[in-house]
């Protein structure tokens, strides 16, 4: 696995809208390597690179994004709500996202935003996607706050690298990479303690902190064995990929 200290949250959030192709190119422009980007599934089968379950936040569309049919969903502007000079920016569609990061040299940490309990029927047309289109696995990272999501992904194809999402560090995390044969931990920085950090690298897996928009946020979090930062920023770390 090519993994890299520093890696664009959304592509970089805080740069360009959203999960869009403007942000993932706002991103490799501050030299940063690997970036997050959410896939949604939606209505009849279309994957959308998105993160709300409602359109109103980042498109100029309104109601459910599960609901929504692929053709509705790329007719939206979903680059006005963050700058006058990103009208008529679009939700791209996985495939485009795919070939954009590609296209730029870049590993893809792609989460799978979906909270609904139906995983063996929304997970199998996401990694028939990246089967066909994905070209580099070490490139590659898998992560989700649905569990039983990545237990699929691992079913399907056990040499993915796999990501569990979480938000607290829960007591069974080890129960839970292990089942899996994860390749690592990614939590919100915030609560995450220094036991609990080193404990994660103790067992063999890598730790990956969300979503840190300073430096200062995460001082401590280099020393307890954090291998990489998740950020809308990438800015804000990229003097530490010059150091490594």
Wanted: with cysteine; hydrophobic share 45%; proline share 4%.
């Amino acid at each position: 696995m090519q993994l890299s200290k520093v890696m664009g949250h959304r592509g970089a959030a805080l740069l360009a809208p959203e999960n869009t192709l403007a942000s993932i190119r706002a991103a490799a422009e501050t030299g940063v390597k690997w970036v997050e980007i959410d896939v949604y599934p939606i209505a009849q089968g279309g994957l959308i690179i998105f993160h709300d379950h409602s359109l109103e936040r980042c498109t100029n569309g309104s109601g459910l994004t599960l609901d929504a049919n692929l053709e509705a969903i790329l007719s939206l502007d979903a680059g006005a709500w963050f700058g006058v000079q990103h009208t008529g920016e679009k939700v791209p569609t996985l495939e485009q996202a795919i070939a954009c990061i590609q296209e730029l040299g870049m590993g893809l940490n792609l989460e799978i935003k979906y909270e609904g309990t139906d995983v063996e029927a929304i997970v199998p047309p996401i990694l028939a996607v990246l089967a066909e289109h994905w070209q580099d696995n070490d490139k590659l990272m898998i992560s989700s706050f649905n569990y039983p999501a990545l237990e699929i992904c691992y079913a399907m194809n056990k040499q993915l690298h796999l990501a569990y999402l979480v938000e607290d560090v829960p007591d069974d995390w080890l129960l839970k990479l292990a089942a899996i044969e994860a390749y690592s931990l990614n939590c919100y920085y915030l609560p995450l303690t220094e036991q609990q950090a080193r404990a994660v690298k103790a067992a063999g897996y890598k730790l990956l902190c969300y979503t840190a928009n300073e430096a200062r946020l995460v001082e401590h979090h280099w020393d307890w064995g954090m291998d990489a930062v998740i950020t809308d920023d990438p800015r804000q770390f990229m003097h530490l990929e010059a150091q490594s």
